[in-house]
């Protein structure tokens, strides 16, 4: 893209030089084949972006294991059960945040913008 400089002709003592960048591309696209690049698209940023629910729930699960102590009973269950039971879903959690973040880190060169215009553009 060129810019060009042209004189000012407005009258206006305020402008000395006006600078025009309104060249653009165009780029022709069937309303199915932009569809079906989205549809692609879409779900791969969402799938990259999984990894903040199994972080939440695992910080979560951090904080209450080391804030309690399991002291009581609580629902029939006993305090050595509930202790397993959330041991067991923070290592889940902990699993389930690995596989987010490797997603993650796969998805991240086809989730940006750029990778979109130029699938869009046919340049891939």
Same mark, same amino acid.
């Given at each position: 893209?060129? !810019? /060009? /400089?042209?004189?000012?002709?407005?009258? $206006? *003592?305020?402008?000395?030089? *006006?600078?025009?960048?309104?060249?653009?591309?165009?780029?022709? #696209?069937?309303?199915? @084949? %932009?569809?079906?690049?989205?549809? *692609?698209?879409?779900?791969?940023?969402? @799938? !990259?972006?999984?990894?903040?629910?199994?972080?939440?729930?695992?910080? +979560? &699960?951090?904080?209450?294991? %080391?804030? +309690?102590?399991? $002291?009581?009973?609580? %629902?029939? #269950? !006993?305090? !050595?059960?509930?202790?397993?039971?959330?041991?067991?879903?923070? =290592?889940?959690?902990?699993?389930?945040?690995?596989? $987010?973040?490797?997603?993650?880190?796969? &998805? @991240? @060169?086809?989730?940006?913008? *750029?990778? %979109?215009?130029?699938? =869009?553009?046919?340049?891939?």
């Amino acid at each position: 893209m060129t !810019s /060009a /400089a042209t004189n000012n002709n407005t009258g $206006s *003592e305020f402008v000395n030089v *006006e600078y025009a960048n309104v060249k653009s591309d165009l780029i022709h #696209i069937t309303d199915d @084949k %932009l569809r079906n690049i989205l549809n *692609e698209f879409i779900p791969n940023v969402k @799938k !990259s972006n999984d990894w903040v629910t199994p972080f939440s729930i695992d910080l +979560t &699960l951090l904080i209450t294991f %080391l804030t +309690t102590d399991f $002291s009581n009973d609580f %629902l029939g #269950i !006993s305090k !050595s059960i509930w202790s397993v039971i959330f041991i067991i879903v923070f =290592i889940v959690s902990l699993v389930w945040l690995f596989i $987010s973040i490797t997603n993650y880190y796969k &998805l @991240k @060169k086809v989730t940006k913008i *750029e990778f %979109l215009i130029d699938k =869009i553009k046919n340049k891939n």
